[in-house]
């Protein structure tokens, strides 16, 4: 009669062993697949990246513009009001040495009761004078001490002022350096994403950009071949004067926070421009906006004034008439013309200045 045995069960340590080994496979496969190189990204992917870190670098540039700005206004500031302590200290040197001469003199003269002096004086008159001129005496002395009292106050505020100065001084130095950190973070992050391109990829980026600059050449007044509108009339008046000083660095390159004479960033561009024309704006575009008329419509818009562009206000440049601009775009390019429908943030408004 035939045997029926039944198969023998694999031992607890051999399922163990197995199930470690199969875990194992596919921990190894999961690390495989993790380790795998992502795939590279496309030429127009790179380009928009790209775009967003020049676009993030320029918003940090006018806030470090705007911080340097204000250290240097502070800076000023407090050179001033530490000149004025120091000669306010002389004035109050001076007034305490008038005040201690007196004092000597009513000393050297007085030491018995005036009543008493009085009695034992062999000429009354002469008394008498000399009583009248310690009355004198005593009233000088005491415009001597308000004097005192009041430059001990006036000595004390500037001091107060100083030292608040001094302090917010110390913190916009921080932001400084944070700011310029966070610009140079992003445009090593651009340049990174940019070579990793193949040469190939860059002149087709190049050739991208120079498309996107002259855009809009079919426009009265343009070079269909550059879309540089040629020498445009500046026109009269410091608008013009500004304008004309911009057209003069055209090809200048771009360098952020600043502002000439050789290289630009956009602010810089704009407030070197109109320096030139004997006007003194402020260094960031966020403040540019801030003065003048400002127009909302561009088909008012006149040769040289200001043009703002981006919800923010983060980037400006001259308005060159035919729907133009002039202005230092951003790293890697050079003052130029371009259409304002190509700057990459919508227009906000104008401002004649």
Same mark, same amino acid.
């Given at each position: ?22 875990? *194992? ?10 380790? *795998? ?14 775009? &967003? ?6 918003? /940090?540039?006018?806030?470090? #513009? %705007?911080?340097?700005?204000?250290? &240097?206004?502070?800076?000023? =500031?407090?050179?001033? @009001?530490?000149? #004025? ?14 005040? %201690? ?43 001597? !001490?308000?004097? @005192?009292?009041?430059?001990?106050? =006036? ?5 107060? =002022?100083?030292? *608040? ?12 350096? &944070? ?7 992003? !445009? ?6 940019? #070579? ?11 050739? /991208? ?22 020498? @445009? ?6 608008? %013009? ?53 400002? @127009? ?21 440049? !001259?308005?060159? %008439? #035919? ?31």
């Amino acid at each position: 009669m035939a045997s029926h045995r039944r198969p023998k069960r694999p031992s607890r340590t051999r399922v163990t062993v197995l199930t470690t080994a199969a875990a *194992a496979a596919v921990a190894i496969s999961a690390q495989a697949a993790n380790a *795998a190189p992502s795939a590279k990204p496309s030429k127009d992917e790179v380009k928009s990246k790209v775009d &967003e870190l020049y676009d993030q670098a320029e918003q /940090a540039t006018e806030k470090y #513009n %705007g911080a340097k700005e204000k250290q &240097e206004k502070l800076q000023r =500031e407090i050179s001033t @009001i530490q000149d #004025n302590v120091a000669r306010g200290q002389q004035d109050l040197n001076k007034l305490r040495d008038g005040l %201690g001469s007196m004092a000597a003199g009513q000393y050297r003269t007085g030491g018995i009761d005036p009543s008493l002096q009085l009695f034992l004086s062999s000429e009354p008159d002469d008394y008498l004078d000399k009583a009248s001129t310690l009355d004198q005496v005593s009233g000088q002395q005491a415009d001597a !001490l308000k004097k @005192i009292q009041d430059k001990q106050r =006036e000595l004390a505020q500037q001091r107060a =002022e100083a030292t *608040a100065k001094l302090k917010d001084l110390a913190a916009t130095r921080t932001e400084l350096g &944070e700011k310029k950190k966070e610009v140079q973070g992003k !445009l090593a992050q651009a340049q990174k994403l940019l #070579n990793s391109l193949t040469a190939q990829e860059k002149a087709a980026l190049a050739a /991208a950009d120079q498309t996107r600059a002259t855009r809009g050449s079919e426009r009265p007044g343009l070079n269909s071949d550059t879309g540089d509108p040629g020498k @445009i009339s500046a026109g009269s008046g410091r608008a %013009g004067a500004a304008f004309a000083a911009a057209q003069s660095k055209l090809g200048s390159p771009y360098q952020w926070s600043h502002a000439g004479p050789s290289t630009f960033d956009c602010s810089g561009l704009t407030s070197w421009a109109y320096a030139q024309a004997d006007v003194s704006i402020p260094r960031t575009s966020e403040a540019q906006a801030n003065i003048g008329t400002r @127009i909302y419509s561009q088909s008012q818009l006149q040769v040289g004034d200001l043009v703002f562009f981006f919800n923010d206000i983060h980037h400006v440049g !001259l308005y060159a %008439g #035919n729907g133009m601009v002039l202005h230092a775009p951003r790293s890697g390019t050079v003052v130029r013309y371009e259409s304002m429908s190509t700057i990459g943030g919508p227009f906000m408004f104008g401002v004649r200045v």
